[in-house]
T-cell receptor, first 108, second 113 residues
Framework: RKEVEQDPGPFNVPEGATVAFNCTYS??????FFWYRQDCRKEPKLLMS???SGNEDGRFTAQLNRASQYISLLIRDSKLSDSATYLC?????????FGQGTTLQVKP | DGGITQSPKYLFRKEGQNVTLSCEQN?????MYWYRQDPGQGLRLIYY???????QKGDIAEGYSVSREKKESFPLTVTSAQKNPTAFYLC????????????FGPGTRLTVT
């Protein structure tokens, strides 16, 4: 089983749609969780940290479910500029483990 | 402007040559990392350093070497022993290791023919 698993997609959605991604992780001792965004041929950029209580940043909401060992990212009112690959990142034994990413394509 | 710089952006080398990729940060971060990304794949950790003059192997260290003589700098050498060196190389840094978010440089695309 991979340490961090994501559905690679692609998720094709129209502008204005709400879309959700899930990510599962294998190490129940993981303590830090993040979502990164990576545009084509660019470096990953931190989108948001994920806290136990959940957190929201504008149109983006992240949730953590420790019991089921998954984190989620919800994007409301999708924009064309949201098209990117979203990486789920989890801490594990002193390192961050990056998922392979979920690709989102927002269509006009 | 605080950040991480990597140079060059594109690098072309012939097989059998060693090549060194530069990574510099002015964020005053203790930890630095090197990752490799292949098309359609996730990031794989090559080496990381939690403090000056110390570094550890990541998951795919074979064929690579690093040094950490200064806090700001963490160069990566891709040696001729690396079987498949063509890839996108990303350097990152963080305040500490393991639990903290990492910030990435713009990457170096290495092509070896």
């Amino acid at each position: 089983r991979k340490e961090v698993e994501q559905d690679p997609g692609p998720f094709n959605v129209p502008e204005g749609a709400t879309v959700a991604f899930n990510c599962t992780y294998s190490n129940s001792a993981s303590q830090s969780f993040f979502w990164y965004r990576q545009d084509c041929r660019k470096e990953p950029k931190l989108l948001m940290s994920v806290y136990s209580s959940g957190n929201e940043d504008g149109r983006f909401t992240a949730q953590l479910n420790r019991a089921s060992q998954y984190i989620s990212l919800l994007i409301r009112d999708s924009k064309l500029s949201d098209s990117a690959t979203y990486l789920c990142v989890v801490s594990n034994t002193g390192k961050l483990i990056f998922g392979q990413g979920t690709t989102l394509q927002v269509k006009p | 402007d605080g950040g991480i710089t990597q140079s060059p952006k594109y690098l072309f080398r012939k097989e059998g040559q060693n090549v060194t990729l530069s990574c510099e940060q002015n964020l005053n971060h203790d930890a630095m990392y090197w990752y490799r990304q292949d098309p359609g794949q996730g990031l794989r950790l090559i080496y990381y350093s939690q403090i000056v003059n110390d570094f550890q192997k990541g998951d795919i260290a074979e064929g690579y070497s690093v040094s950490r003589e200064k806090k700001e700098s963490f160069p990566l050498t891709v040696t001729s022993a690396q079987k498949n060196p063509t890839a996108f190389y990303l350097c990152a840094s963080s305040k500490g290791s393991g639990l903290y978010e990492q910030y990435f440089g713009p990457g170096t695309r290495l092509t070896v023919t």
